[in-house]
């Protein structure tokens, strides 16, 4: 059975500041300010990305992203663990442990990165495959390999081991206490053009590692852009799955997501998520070896960002250094009114689009609670409109709507004739809480 939760995941996840850089301190500092200032809003997730194992991750960054045939910590089985050095409490094969009791005693959940795959030092050093009569070079799939990170192999389709590697890894997951698991280079093997989804079948074998785990586990499959034609196969083994490559700080990519929010509007459920990619709020580029930066998102394409992700229903992860939030972004974050979208009781769907501005509906199907989203496309503000009445026949509601709360900037519209009237700035958007007469 596939885990399924009451809303969309929400967490911060380390790689938008700290690259593959990111240590023990620094994770729980991003804790701690989450327990403190989050928590009670709803985020939850804790994340450690990529190259957790690596003991010379970002020693190289003017050269490499990921460096070649790099050191690793790995025990005996081809299990990475955590780089010592940079996790002092996994020393002495507690592994990441220690770490998650930690989170979890914030009353907070725990996540890693992995890649998918056996690592290639485990194929090349013939190491044997715990709960299997066979060695990693046996199970591994030379051809089967990421385009941008050198570090694993697939594992091949029905050998003998592959499964067994996978239930070997998420038991020891299972044992440190993760909560959350990201995949990648899984959702899309864009090295394979002919066949981009050639990893289907580790999907599947993830599936059934988490499983016999017995623990719960989030999982979420990166990079995108998912295959929407795959649509069924993300949704019945997973739990996320990204609609989108790597999602920055750029309005032509925030653009961009609304043509892929309208593709995979049908797609959201309880348990299986569309998702739109992290939140790049905030301080971020700290591990990137150029310097931090503040988001180049005015605030105005902030709030269009939160809305859409919220009344699409897209998970909610923030890429920022938490502990550089300036009072602002933590207001954006925190807003309970807004964030609530994100649960299973509310779905969000398209209800025009152009190229110059998007409206977007939310209807509560418990209690009839109706929302609309307008968002300007343009480089300056304009007036959007909509006839009430026709939103209302969507939602299957025939009560007449004579107001309409704007929710960021708390403030009323009044509904003249069943239209609703709004001047949106540049880049910005609007949305209301609908009010029956």
């Not at 192999?153 to 698991?181: F, M, P, T």
């Not at 992290?278 to 605030?299: A, C, I, N, S, Y």
């Amino acid at each position: 059975m596939k885990y399924t939760m009451n809303k969309a995941p929400m967490g911060w996840n380390s790689y938008d500041y700290y690259d593959t850089t990111v240590n023990e301190a620094q994770l729980r500092a991003n804790a701690d300010f989450m327990a403190a200032h989050l928590k009670d809003a709803g985020w939850e997730y804790v994340v450690v990305d990529i190259e957790w194992y690596a003991k010379d991750a970002g020693t190289m960054r003017d050269r490499y992203q990921y460096i070649p045939f790099g050191e690793e910590e790995i025990d005996e089985y081809g299990r990475l663990l955590p780089d010592e050095k940079r996790f002092p409490s996994a020393a002495g094969g507690k592994g990441f442990g220690p770490l998650a009791e930690y989170v979890h005693s914030l009353g907070l959940k725990f996540g890693i990165h992995i890649m998918r795959g056996i690592p290639r030092t485990a194929a090349h050093q013939h190491m044997p495959i715990l709960g299997s009569s066979v060695t990693a070079n046996q199970a591994a799939d030379p051809s089967s390999i990421c385009g941008w990170n050198p570090d694993m192999y697939g594992l091949r389709k029905n050998a003998e081991g592959a499964q067994a590697y996978y239930d070997s890894i998420i038991s020891l997951y299972a044992q440190w206490g993760v909560d959350y698991i990201k995949c990648d280079d899984i959702c899309n093997t864009n090295l394979y053009p002919h066949n981009p989804y050639s990893a289907a079948h580790e999907v599947e074998m993830l599936h059934a590692a988490i499983g016999k785990s017995g623990r719960d586990m989030v999982l979420s499959l990166s990079p995108g852009p998912a295959l929407i034609e795959k649509a069924w196969h993300y949704e019945k083994y997973a739990n996320m799955w990204r609609i989108t490559d790597d999602f920055w700080d750029r309005w032509d990519l925030l653009r961009n997501m609304f043509d892929r929010c309208e593709l995979w509007q049908n797609h959201v459920a309880p348990g299986s998520y569309p998702d739109c990619d992290m939140l790049p709020l905030g301080k971020l580029g700290g591990g990137f070896g150029q310097g931090e930066w503040d988001t180049h998102f005015t605030r105005e394409e902030q709030i269009t960002m939160m809305t859409l992700w919220c009344v699409f229903g897209s998970p909610l992860m923030v890429g920022a250094e938490l502990t550089k939030l300036d009072d602002w972004t933590l207001w954006l974050l925190t807003r309970k009114d807004i964030l609530k979208l994100v649960s299973n009781e509310y779905v969000g769907k398209q209800f025009e689009k152009n190229q110059d501005y998007a409206i977007w509906s939310c209807l509560n199907r418990e209690n009839g609670e109706r929302y609309l989203a307008f968002f300007n496309f343009r480089e300056e503000e304009q007036q959007i409109s909509c006839v009430l009445e026709e939103v209302e026949q969507l939602a299957g509601r025939t009560a007449g709507i004579r107001k309409a709360a704007e929710l960021w900037s708390g403030t009323d519209r009044e509904v003249a004739e069943g239209v609703l009237t709004d001047l949106v700035p540049a880049h910005g958007a609007g949305l209301f809480a609908l009010l029956d007469s």
